[in-house]
């Protein structure tokens, strides 16, 4: 299995940036995604999830109204589109994957198969 992240880059505060997470190696449709961040020293943080096999989605509040998952399931591929980036949004970026059959726990990173090798976002003032 394998969660490739990009999209990564260094922005303006108030500027935008696409993330995207190519999945192979497991059957996507069984699986739902989420997006989580950590800065240096720190845990990583729950930012944007998918809720079972629907299109509904979870953000955190921090996020709410700024980033948008999205999913391509023909392109095995899921997004988090960031708009009005802010400084403290500046941090490694995760993208994951988890069963739906434990995505009422998609906030929590330990309930997540699978991971990413991370992005670094950063957001200058």
């Known amino acids: 299995v394998q969660l490739q992240a990009s999209g990564g880059g260094q922005v303006p505060s108030g500027g935008s940036l696409r993330l995207s997470c190519a999945v192979n190696?497991?059957?996507?449709?069984?699986?739902?995604m989420g997006w989580f961040r950590q800065d240096p020293g720190k845990g990583r943080v729950f930012v944007a999830a998918?809720?079972?096999?629907?299109?509904?989605?979870d953000y955190a509040d921090s996020v709410k109204g700024r980033f948008t998952i999205s999913r391509d399931n023909a392109r095995t591929t899921v997004f988090l589109q960031m708009n009005n980036l802010k400084p403290e949004d500046t941090a490694v970026y995760y993208c994951a994957a988890q069963r739906i059959s434990r995505s009422m726990w998609n906030q929590e990173a330990h309930e997540y198969d699978y991971w990413g090798q991370g992005t670094q976002v950063t957001v200058s003032s």
């Open positions: 998918f809720s079972g096999s629907g299109g509904s989605a």
């Open positions: 190696g497991l059957t996507f449709k069984y699986f739902s």
